[in-house]
C-alpha cells in the first residue's frame, strides 16, 4: 500500500483544502470557474506574476502536501497531459508576430512540461529526483507507477501530482479532436505518498494503465484478479465512462465534477479517498478511459474499512 | 538485477542509422550546416536531410505522425528489428520528447493567425503522449507505453524509467530512448534565450558562444534475464547504474559549481557499484553554452577528485539535439565500448580558464573501454546520468 497522508485540489469545485470535498460538489455548466486559493500564500508576489494558471495551482497544491508532512520529500513525479498550453500559445503568438531579433525569453523557459516539477523543486528547494510524465490521459497513472516506484527503491516520502490547464483555443478543437459536448476545464492535484501508515488509511493499492486495452470489461476482471479481489467487493467505482458493468448506484462519473481535463482522473481520486473515509468503506476504482483506445485502473484501499 | 541492452538505433544528422553515425564520429565529421528550411536557413543546425515524405518511403513507415514521431520510429525500428513479439513478455515503450508533435501545430496554428482556413484535424498528433503511441504502434508495441518529458534529459530519463521497471518486475523487455525534430518553436525558443553560436558551437572551449541545435532520435532495448533466456538476443552492453537528481537552482541555468550535476553522477556510480577512477570515458551533455560547460566541468572535478577521465561532447557532431540527446548518445557510448573508441570533440582549441580541462582532441582508438558515463541536463535543473559497462 502506497498511502495517502495528504492530498490537495485546485479545480472547479470549491476543493481545495476541504475535509470532504463531496460535500459541496455541483455539476459542471460552461460558466464554472477554477477555484483558485489566495496564491501569495504560495508564492512571493512578484514571481507570482510572471507564473500561467497551471504552475500557480500545481505549486500551491504540491506545497499544501510538502507542509503537512514533517519531512522533505525524496522524489518529486509530476503528470501532465497537455503541460503549459497557456505559455505554449503566448509564444506562438509571439514568434509570429513579433518582429526583430529580440523576444522575451519568458513564454518559452515556462512552455516545456517539466517546467511544472521544476518549479516544485525550485520552491521547496528540493534536490530529488525530479520527473515529468505526459501520456495523454494516463498521464496521473504514470506518473503515480513512477511514485510507486520511488516507494519501492526506499524514498520515504513522494510528491505526486498532476496539473492541466484550459485555454480557449481548445474549444476549437471540438468536435474533431476533442469530445463535442466536453466542458474543457484546468485543474490539479498533489499527493503526499508513502509505504508508513502513520496516521493515514487510505492508500494506491494498485495502478494499471494499458494502451490498446483488450476491452474494459476484460481488463477490470484481469486487473482484480491479479489482486485477488472479486469485481461484488468493489464499493464504489469513479469514472469518464457511460456504460460499465457495474449497479448504477455505485458507479459515480467524476468528469461531471471535474469537466474535461486529461488528468481529471485524479479528482476522481480525491473523491473516492474522502467518500473511503466518510463512509469507511473498503475499496473503491478508479476507471480512466480514453478517447484514443487506452485504460487506466487505480484501485484505492481503507485499511480503517469496517467489514 | 543486470539490465542488458540488445538493441539499439539512431538517426541524426550524422547519419539515418548506427553504421553511418558510427562512421561520421571515426571520420570526425560534422553534419552541423546552415539549415535546409525556412525557420532554419539563418542558423548551423544539424538537420536530417531527409523530408517527411523521404522518411516515410525511405523506411517503410506505416504510422502517420509528427517528424518527431516519424524520426522516433527510424530509430526505434531499427533497434527492435530482429526482434519478435512473445506472449509470454511484458514488453514497453518509454520514450523521451520535449516538442512533441509542434512542428504540425505551429503551422496550422500560424495558417490561422494569418486568415487562412486551419486544419483542426492536424493537431491530433500534437501531445507529446501521442508521438510515443505512434512510434508503439509502428513497431507493434501495446500495453505499456509512457512518455518523459524533462526537457533536454527526456531520452536518459525514459531509459532510467524502462530500467527501473525492469528491475521492478513490471516489465520483461523495454524500448526505451528519445526523439526531438526541429521547430520553428525551439529555434526562436533558444534564440530568446541568446545562447546560439551562429558559427561551429565548441563545447569545453574557452570561446565557446553557445549551442547548435540539432534533431534526431535514439532508441535502445532493455531486457532482463528473464527476457533473454526467451528472445536469445547477443547482449551488446549493460546499463550499470543511473540517477536524476535536481538542481534547484535557476529555471533555465546551471548552478556554478554543478550541484545536480554533481549529485546524479556520484549516485549513479554509487549505483553501479563503482569508484570514479573505474570510468574510462565521459559522454559529456556539454552544449557549448558558457554556463552549462562551466557547470559540468567544475562538476567533473568535484566527482572524479581532480582526476578528469578522457571525456567529449559528441554535439560537436550532432548538434544539441534536445530530448533526444540522450538517446543518441547512449548508442555513443555502446559504440565506444563496442569498438573501443573514445570519440573527440570537435572544434577545441583552448582549455577553460577557471578549469583548465581538455576534452578528447582526436579519435582513439583500441582502447579498452569498460565503463562510460553520459550525462544529459535538461531546463529547470533536471540532471540525469547514465552509467554503460561491457558484457
Redesign the interface.
Known sequence: MYYIHKIASITHQDSFNQTDVNDSLVEIAEDTVLISPDYKKYVLPASLRRLSPILRMAVAAAKECQEAITIPVEA?SVGT???CLTDTEK???????VEG?I???TA????????I???I??E?????????????N??LE?AL??SM?CC??GKEFVLLGVADEAIDFLN??KP??LPENSIVTSGTTFFALSKKKSTAEIGFLACN????PKGVEVEIVLFLRELKIEINEIDRVYTNQNSLDFPKEIVVNYEAYSGLYFTANAFGVHMAHDWLIKTAKKYALIVNSGC?N?LGLILLKNDKAQN | MEIFITGYGVISSIGTNVEENLSSLMQERTAIKQGLNSYTSKFKVGEVALSNDALKSAFDLKTDGSRTALLGMVAAKEAFKNHSHFNALRTGLISGTSVGGMDISEVEYRKEMAGEKPNYKKYFHHPSGTTSEQIATEIGITGFVNTISTACSSAANAIMMGARLIQSGQLDRVVVGGTDCLTQFTIYGFRSLMIFDDEWCKPFDNSRKGLNLGEGAGFLVLESKKSLEITGKEVLAKLSGWSNASDAYHQTASSPDGDGAILSMKQALKQARLEPHEINYVNAHGTATPNNDLSESKAFINVFNGKVPPFSSTKSYTGHTLAASGGIESVFAILSIQNGLLFPNLNHTSPIEETGLIPIINIQKNIEVTHVLSNSFGFGGNNSTLIFSKI
Open positions: 518529486i497531459a497537455l503541460g509564444f506562438l503568438n509571439v514568434i509570429n508576430t531579433e523576444l522575451s525569453p518559452f523557459i515556462q512552455s516545456t512540461h517539466n517546467t516539477a521544476g518549479l523543486s525550485l521547496l528547494k528540493n534536490h530529488s529526483y525530479n520527473m515529468t510524465h505526459t501520456q495523454n494516463l498521464s504514470m507507477i513512477d516506484l519501492d527503491e476549437k478543437l474533431i479532436v494503465s494499458i494502451i490498446k484514443n487506452s
